[in-house]
């Protein structure tokens, strides 16, 4: 078990702003879960669990705390196929995308529109990851977690996580800060989807004159989809899709919006994107923080010193688009530190 001390957040997300945790610790195994929590309670301080840092913004007082990064690795099969249905299990720190593509090289639909998200397996549960009409919700089985409060690995089964639109126990209630999750099940199923696909998807396919659905056919779509608009936050600072879309509750709501010529999707779910580009937002820069050209839902750290300039870019965006469509943006990662 390798404890750092004083290791900067910026190093450790993808966003690249926030002050030093006191200590971080790379977790490589189940064992080690309750190991870590153990040196964090003898020390009397507060753990946070990290994957890929893709999904959380640092702040400058950096965090007075024990980090914990998800490093267990492996995936395979849980139940061999049986009626075109196989159960295929992930370890916590393998990539998401990996896993992705493992059952979709496999032959098997559920999880190929959640290509190239970036992140951990780890995460994809506490955020109910989605992408083009897909979640993780549709296909997961159970997750196995360490529970720091019965202070022993758990068995989740899937209605007992509470998912819904980037929601989920792990990330709302008193399950926060409760739950390493260590591994997770999932249920694919040997069939295609069947068009049409959402706008972007769609549309890369009809022009690439692309007919075959099989899951590998779509994952790769995706992939090209996501890469020609989504920059590679290893390469380029950002925390992929920024603000969450919004949903609307009512049939007036829906029918007002149309009437506005807001797209409206099934759902009656607002692409946020749409918003920021048609308040005029697209390609600014605000305290350093860039809208995105080619995706409007990203903001790109180019110069923001701290966590003070994201947040005056990001009040700034939702305040023009309250202004112009009445409709209030709320931030998708979520936040780490003092």
Do not use: C
């Not at 020390?43 to 990290?50: E, F, M, N, S, T």
């Not at 075109?84 to 990539?95: P, T």
């Not at 196995?144 to 990330?171: C, Q, W």
């Amino acid at each position: 078990m390798k404890i750092r001390e004083n290791v900067p957040i910026s190093e450790l997300t993808t966003m690249r702003l926030g002050g030093a945790a006191r200590y971080v610790i790379d977790i490589e195994s189940e064992d080690e879960v309750k190991k870590a929590w153990g040196f964090a309670a003898e020390k009397d301080l507060p753990v946070y669990i990290l994957g890929g840092g893709s999904n959380i913004i640092g702040r400058d007082g950096g965090f007075e705390g024990v980090i914990l990064v998800n490093k267990i690795k492996g995936m395979g099969i849980a139940v061999p196929e049986e009626n075109g249905m196989i159960d295929l299990y992930a370890n916590s720190g393998e990539l998401l995308d990996d896993f992705v593509t493992y059952g979709t090289q496999m032959g098997f639909s559920g999880m190929e529109s959640l290509s190239a998200i970036p992140g951990t397996v780890g995460a994809a549960p506490v955020q109910n990851v989605g992408a083009y009409g897909q979640d993780i919700s549709q296909t997961l089985i159970s997750v196995r977690a360490y529970d720091d409060l019965l202070e022993e690995i758990v068995d989740m089964p899937v209605y007992d996580l509470d998912l819904g639109y980037r929601h989920s126990i792990f990330n709302s209630g008193d399950g926060i800060g409760r739950y390493f999750i260590t591994q997770i099940t999932v249920r694919l199923e040997r069939k295609e989807l069947k068009p049409p696909f959402y706008n972007s998807l769609q549309k890369y396919l009809e022009d690439n004159n692309i007919t075959d659905y099989s899951p590998e056919s779509i994952r790769k779509a995706v992939r090209a989809v996501r890469e020609s608009k989504l920059p590679d936050p290893e390469e380029i600072a950002s925390s992929g899709s920024f603000f969450k879309n919004v949903y609307l509750k009512t049939p007036e709501e829906i029918e007002a919006a149309k009437g506005r010529g807001i797209p409206v999707w099934e759902g009656g779910k607002i692409p946020s994107g749409w918003l920021i580009e048609h308040a005029g937002l697209k390609g600014k820069v605000f305290h350093g923080m860039r809208v995105s050209d080619k995706a409007s839902l990203v903001l790109i750290n180019e110069s923001a010193r701290n966590y003070a300039d994201l947040a005056a870019a990001r009040n700034e965006i939702i305040a023009i688009v309250r202004e112009k469509f009445g409709y209030t943006l709320e931030q998708e990662p979520m936040e780490l530190g003092e």
